[in-house]
């Protein structure tokens, strides 16, 4: 049998154009779905997102509250321990001054005599007096040595000579500086005095200056609101800040003789 | 032919990717985008707290360590105090009274005396201020300055000895100076006289109140690298 197709071409067009149609309206409504599906889905990761969110916020607000109490505590501690550093300050300032005529005392020749050592400021000044002038010398080298000082004079009265003085910085102490001292060289002392009887000791001053980092300086106490009260506050004295009313009108002294 | 019987299925493919691609487009710049704008967002913040959160174990170390050292500090802060002469803050008119009993015969002029005794310091000079009167508003510091303060020892050692004593000194005491050593030790000298101005510190109960924080003391200027031995 043969099937003889009589119908137009445009029966059979418009046959496809509706199949077509309908194939591509049933795509566009998987398109929708799928795109609903995934719109749900980006809503359901965000919810999840959210409550991870929340819960993180919250353990970081935890955190942050820890830290601000730590904060706290570190400040509670802070005038405390301000005071605390300072009596600690005022102790090792007052061994500061054992330690620093001990290290001058270090320096001196256990065959110097010494009569006084003073110290003003930035400067040092030991008298003693020494066997012969060779034993001046050694003292006099002895300080040169010394890490304390930026500069040494040494006054010495020779018998039989006027006082002479002379200065030598220890960080310029090469060879030719030294001889330039003078030191030990009769020539290059003042002069012959005869009126001076010749004695056994003699009578040596070593004048030094302190390095910088070695003047002691006295702690200062704590910013306080009030100020400090002393015999300043409360009628005369170093401190500073009068903050107590009345006035001082006298003062007690106290005997102390120990033994 | 109406439009309809004109079409082809190129045209209804063609009109169908142009619905799909416009379609799928809108949603993503009109909705898609926004959300996913706001996920990637909200990750980087959890991300940013996570990484706040993590340090939760490392916070409370460090909180407990603060603690511990807020006592520790405080410990020793009343250990100071504690030392010192115990004065009315708060009420105006019994700081006086307690300030004339600190400054009367049984405070701390004698109270430092009866130490030096003790420790067989020979000392001079321990001078204290007339008390004000009331009403007294009680001061953080009281300093009492003793410029006269003098120190006889029998050699070198005793000196250097009392200026490492102040820690055990029952009052607060600051050596201002120690401007000169001299005299004669041995058993044939005289004895070492060396005034040692100082300046005798009270403490009282309301310099915690009075300190601002983040105060601190100005540490005494360090007096050569062998300090330590100190």
């Known amino acids: 049998m043969i099937k003889i197709n009589l119908l137009p071409a445009y029966v059979l067009e418009r046959h496809l154009v509706r199949r077509a149609a309908i194939l591509v309206g049933a795509i566009i409504i998987v398109q929708l779905a799928a795109i609903g599906f995934a719109y749900m889905q980006i809503n359901r990761t965000m919810a999840r997102e959210k409550i991870g969110l929340d819960h993180w916020t919250e353990k970081a607000g935890e955190v942050a509250s820890i830290q601000g109490q730590t904060m706290s505590e570190r400040s509670s501690a802070g005038p405390y321990q301000a005071w605390v550093d300072w009596v600690a300050a005022m102790h090792t300032h007052n061994a500061s001054w054992a330690w620093l005529y001990e290290e001058i005392a270090r320096y001196v020749d256990n065959k110097v005599l010494i009569r006084t050592i003073s110290l003003s400021g930035q400067s040092v000044t030991l008298t003693g007096a020494t066997d012969s002038l060779e034993g001046a010398k050694r003292w006099y080298l002895n300080t040169l040595m010394c890490y304390l000082y930026s500069d040494v004079k040494l006054g010495v009265q020779v018998p039989g000579w006027s006082l002479a003085q002379r200065s030598v910085s220890p960080g310029a102490m090469g060879a030719g500086r030294f001889a330039a001292a003078g030191l030990g060289r009769p020539g290059g002392l003042a002069g012959i005095d005869l009126s001076t009887p010749p004695s056994e000791k003699t009578p040596v001053t070593l004048t030094c200056t302190l390095l910088p980092q070695f003047i002691i300086q006295p702690p200062a106490p704590p910013a306080v609101g009030a100020g400090v009260a002393g015999r300043g506050g409360f009628g005369g004295g170093p401190a500073a800040g009068p903050a107590v009313g009345g006035g001082a009108v006298g003062s007690m002294r106290f005997g102390g003789r120990g033994d | ?230």
Not at chain 2, 180 to 208: D, E, H, M, Q
């Open chain 2, 1 to 230: 032919m109406s439009f309809l019987g004109r079409l082809t299925r190129v045209h209804v493919l063609m009109a169908a990717c142009v619905v799909f691609v416009a379609v799928g487009v809108s949603f993503m710049v009109f909705v898609f985008r926004p959300r996913l704008d706001t996920l990637r967002q909200t990750r980087i913040d959890i991300n940013t707290q996570r990484a706040g959160a993590e340090k939760l174990p490392q916070a409370l170390v460090e909180l407990a360590k603060a603690h511990g050292d807020y006592l520790m500090t405080k410990g020793k802060f009343d250990v100071i105090l504690n030392r010192q002469p115990k004065l009315t803050v708060n009420d105006p008119i019994q700081a006086a009274f307690d300030l004339w009993k600190e400054y009367g015969p049984l405070g701390t002029g004698t109270i430092l005396v009866d130490w030096f005794r003790a420790n067989r310091y020979d000392v001079q000079g321990i001078s204290i201020p007339s008390p004000p009167l009331p009403p007294v508003q009680m001061p953080p510091l009281i300093a009492l300055s003793m410029s006269g303060f003098s120190l006889r020892a029998a050699d070198f050692a005793g000196v250097m000895r009392f200026l490492r004593a102040t820690p055990q000194m029952p009052r607060l005491v600051m050596v201002n100076n120690v401007s000169n050593i001299g005299g004669s030790s041995g058993p044939r000298g005289g004895g070492l006289s060396v005034p040692v101005p100082i300046t005798v510190y009270i403490i009282t109960k309301n310099a915690i109140q009075a300190t601002p924080v983040g105060a601190a003391a100005i540490p005494a200027a360090a007096a050569g690298p062998s300090r330590e031995e100190l």
